[in-house]
Structure formats: C-alpha cells, structure tokens
C-alpha cells in the first residue's frame, strides 16, 4: 500500500513538473513573441527572459526580429517617358510589432514576403514613373533610394514590418527597348565623332594654309636676300674688276680676248664665220693687237 502511494507521489511530482515546464517560456534577444488564448492574442510585448503562460489554454508565438533581406523578382515599370524598364530590388526589413504581423500575414514568411514586395514595388513604380531614364539610371539614383526607403516604411508600417532599406541592384531596358537606345546612342556619337573630326579638318587646313603663307614669305625674304648679295657680290666683282683694268688695259683686253679664243675654239669641230678685219683677231695679227 505504501508503495503504490509512493508510485502515486512520485507520477504526481512528475505531473506538476511537467505541468510548471509548460508553464514557462524563454524569449530570446533576437526574437520577439506574443502570447495567444483561443487563437486570440492577450499579449504581446516580452522583453527577453523567462516568462509564464497558463497550460493547455495558451500558446506562444515566436518570431525573428533581426534583420532580414528581401530579394524581389525583377519587375517591369514604366518611366515619365512611356519606357520599360526591367528592375531588380532587394529590401532591408524587420518586425516592430509582432502583433500586427501576426495578424496581417498569419505567421506566413511567404505572405510577409507578398505584401511587403507589393507596397515596395507600388513605391518603385510612384518614383519611376515622375522620373526619366537617365534620371533613374544615374543622374538621381541616391535620392531616389532615400524616397523608396520612406515611402515603403510608411506603408509597411500596417504589416508591423519596418523596411530598413531599399536597393535597386540592377536597371536594364526590354531589348525591344535597348535596341532603339542603342542605335540613338551609336548616331549620337558618330555625330560627335563626325563634329571632331570636322572640327579637326577645320584646324589642319587653317595650319596648312598658315604654313604656306609663312613658307612664302620666307621664300621671298630667302630671294630678296639672296638677290642683295648677288648684286652686292657683283657690284663688289665688277669694281674689282674695273680696277684691275684700270691698272693694265692692254693686258686685261689681252686675257679676255684669250678666255674669248679658248672657248670659241674649245672643240675640233667648232666654226666661226668673221670678216678677217674683224677686231676678234686682232691679237692673231701681232702680239700688240694694234690693227
């Protein structure tokens, strides 16, 4: 008898334990919890620690509040311009209010991931579309970022989710789209290339026709100058000349009339026709030259 009321004791003891372990609950640095009666929540802000439900008829919930990434599909959205652009996103977020994501997904990661991939792709489309494709491509990407972010944290707010961040990873045009870019690019910068090279040919020419100005008129300096000192070295040969004649007249008209003589008759077959009287021979007749 007394070992069957120990028996009972000892599954007692164990009854109650089991019942006061159910009865406590551990909540986490990184987690957040609510405590739920009936599927009806009753409680929702834990600090971390040890806290305490009733058995059987409460329940708790856990969730992760570190941060979490979000990669999106790339989605289509139209720019002030009426073009497509091809976009690829990723979200920075986290739970704020677990009660509120409990009741807006259900505890369902993949509704979380829907809803807040909704409202942050309606806030890419609200921005792409005030802005052009060179706006959004790079001429305003950090605001943009900066508005994305705010807006999408405005509406996620509902969920119980704050978005952190918003990165656009990627842009990229539809090839129907890139193809017609492309061309308007490769015309804008073979008009360039044509411009430069106008603007080139313009600059050769005008170097060209500086260069033969100047050559002309270093040609004609060049003469000019040639020509004074030709004349200054003829003049100069002549008054040496003169008065080297001046000095013996008989033998200068003797020695030219040799030079005379000697390239008259340079040849064999050279002929000359003159009157025997002619003054050209007068050294033939006498070594005077006297007629």
Known sequence: MNNGK???FFVGVILLAGLLLSSLFVVNQWEMAIKLQFGKIVDSDYEPGLHFKIPLI???RKFDGRIQTMDSNPERFL???KKDV?????AKWRITNAAQYF???GDNV?????????????SLRDEFGKRTIQEVISGERAEIMALLTKDADEKAAELGIEVLDVRVKQIDLPMEVSQSVYDRMRAERERVAAELRA???EAAETIRANADAQRVVIMANAYKLSEETRGEGDALSAEIYANAFQQNKEFYAF???LNAYGKTFNSSGNMMVLDPDSEFFRYFKNAEGTP
Do not use: D, F, H, P
């Open 255 to 257: 020695y030219r009339s």
């Open 58 to 60: 409460q329940n708790v």
């Open 79 to 81: 720019t002030i311009e």
């Open 110 to 122: 993949a509704n979380a991931t829907r809803l807040l991939s909704e409202r942050i792709n309606t």
């Open 6 to 8: 120990i028996s009972i």
């Open 103 to 105: 009741r807006s997904t």
């Open 86 to 90: 091809i976009v690829n996103s990723y």
């Open 199 to 201: 603007q080139g040919a």
